[in-house]
């Protein structure tokens, strides 16, 4: 099971005063809503196999201007590849994305034709690879820690993409919101979540900020830095 | 040394002594001890062969000197960068690429790190030497896979002449690909793609004989040797 760090009244304040600061300019950068910019790689976690739709505005009402492909699953193996997609926006979970491509060299198959356009997902469907070995209270580097493996692992392994979904982007940095209940127990137990990660949302959830997200799907990223110590 | 087709107690013998001669004292000590241990044979291939793709031409041997078996699994690997990810091989609007020695790769993705501080990604091999590797947990592209527990060197090809060697200025990255470079499952031979930014790949026709090959051990030492 996951379990909570304590953290001290001043790491609080810090990050309270953190998070306020980047809040101000996320909404500068917007007048009317929490959008805001960024440049991340996304994998589409759809298994509907009608695929997911790709709207013309950032709400569950607007025009559909498209599909994206569902993941594909290998029949021997069960090896699952997903959909690609360009992340440069995000607004109140909801996602501007572009250059959806499928990834013919997984599949083995040739490519499968869907949307490529921009237009807006649900942040549901839409997951990354992060290698960092830290998540912070907010997309900085300095922002306070609040999450991280008890054995300083990276966060890329095929169990946290899975247990994660987008929940908001800036810069190069994606917020993602893990369920404890799609995470499997061995890692869950060596998981460390402080009590903000948890904060506003429903028992067994918790979001991070984390960067070092690594785009391609069938290896890893070798030029993102070292982990944090 | 070619290994395919090599008597098993001959490989053994020439895997482990490069083992003792070439790997950490903690490698040879493990070897001596009967630990398992997995030795990457490198031959210098350039990232542009294969379109780019990478190539299956290195070798991984498991050596298992547990109570006296020294047994001995050769398997197909990759162990340098394809082009397909190099910055140098996107294409520009005006037609052909970013550089032109690389208008024969099938680019896929940008990854790399610039290292000598020329506005171009660099892509990077690991270097040679011994690595403590250890299981991922949660396992990684929906397999089991291996990962560094310490920071690992990387070479890069800052001149991107598709090698990593000594015409190469700031070549050593110290820093940059963390514990990045692992062993996973790489494309299946027949596709002719290894996957390989910079990981240890073994195609995935071979790699559920390597995984067999290795038991349910966690951690290992890969002493990583570049050859001719």
Redesign the interface.
């Known amino acids: 099971m996951a379990t909570d760090r304590t953290f001290k009244p001043a790491f609080r304040a810090l990050a309270a005063l953190v998070a306020l600061t980047w809040a101000g300019t996320a909404l500068a950068s917007s007048p009317t809503s929490a959008r805001s910019q960024c440049e991340i790689?996304a994998f589409v976690q759809e298994t509907d196999p009608a695929g997911l739709n790709v709207r013309a505005a950032p709400n569950a009402k607007a025009k559909i201007l498209g599909k994206l492909l569902p993941v594909h699953v290998d029949p021997e193996?069960?090896?699952?590849t997903r959909a690609e997609v360009e992340v440069v926006a995000s607004d109140n979970g909801w996602f501007l994305i572009r250059n959806a491509r499928d990834n013919a060299?997984?599949t083995?198959q040739p490519e499968r034709p869907m949307y490529k356009g921009e237009g807006w997902v649900s942040g549901s469907r839409l997951i990354v690879k992060s290698?960092a070995n830290v998540g912070r209270a907010a997309p900085l580097a300095s922002a306070p820690e609040v999450l991280r493996f008890r054995d300083g692992?990276?966060f890329?392994?095929?169990?946290?993409m899975d247990g994660g979904r987008l929940a908001a982007c800036m810069g190069k940095w994606a917020q993602v919101e893990f369920s404890e209940g799609r995470l499997?127990a061995?890692?869950r137990e060596?998981l460390q979540v402080s009590p903000p990660a948890r904060q506003g949302l429903p028992a067994g959830r918790f979001r991070a900020w984390v960067d070092k997200i690594?785009?391609?799907?069938?290896?890893?990223?070798?030029?993102?830095?070292?982990?944090a110590p | 040394m070619r290994l395919q087709g090599t008597p098993p107690r001959s490989s053994y013998a020439y895997c482990a002594s490069l083992v003792l001669q070439r790997g950490s004292r903690a490698a040879a000590a493990g070897l001596r001890e009967g630990r398992l241990t997995i030795v990457g044979l490198r031959r210098d291939t350039s990232t542009l062969d294969n379109k780019g793709r990478g190539v299956y031409d290195d070798d991984i041997v498991v050596l298992n000197g547990a109570a006296g078996l020294h047994s001995v699994r050769v398997f197909p690997a990759c162990t340098e960068?394809g082009a397909q990810?190099s910055q140098r091989a996107k294409p520009v609007a005006s037609g052909g690429r970013v550089d032109p020695r690389y208008a024969g790769v099938t680019f896929?993705?940008i990854?790399?790190?610039d290292v000598n501080g020329d506005g171009i990604?660099?892509a990077?091999r690991l270097r040679a030497g011994t690595y403590l590797f250890a299981e991922?947990?949660?396992?990684?592209?929906?397999?089991r896979a291996f990962?560094s527990l310490s920071?690992q060197v990387?070479e890069r090809d800052t001149n991107g002449d598709g090698r990593f060697n000594a015409s190469d200025p700031n070549r050593i990255d110290l820093?940059?690909?963390?514990?990045?470079?692992?062993i996973?499952r790489?494309?299946?031979q027949a596709?002719r793609?290894t996957?390989?930014?910079?990981?240890q790949?073994v195609p995935?026709n071979r790699y559920g004989a390597f995984l067999a090959s290795l038991g349910r051990i966690k951690t290992f030492h890969y002493v990583l040797i570049d050859g001719d």
């Open positions: 790689g193996q069960g090896y699952r060299d997984m083995g290698q692992d990276t890329d392994s095929s169990a946290m499997p061995e890692i060596k690594c785009d391609l799907q069938e290896t890893s990223c070798s030029g993102l830095g070292g982990d | 960068p990810y896929k993705k990854e790399g790190a990604l660099d990077g991922k947990d949660g396992g990684y592209m929906d397999a990962q920071a990387a820093k940059g690909a963390g514990t990045s470079m692992y996973h790489g494309g299946i596709n793609n996957w390989s930014a910079g990981c790949t995935d």
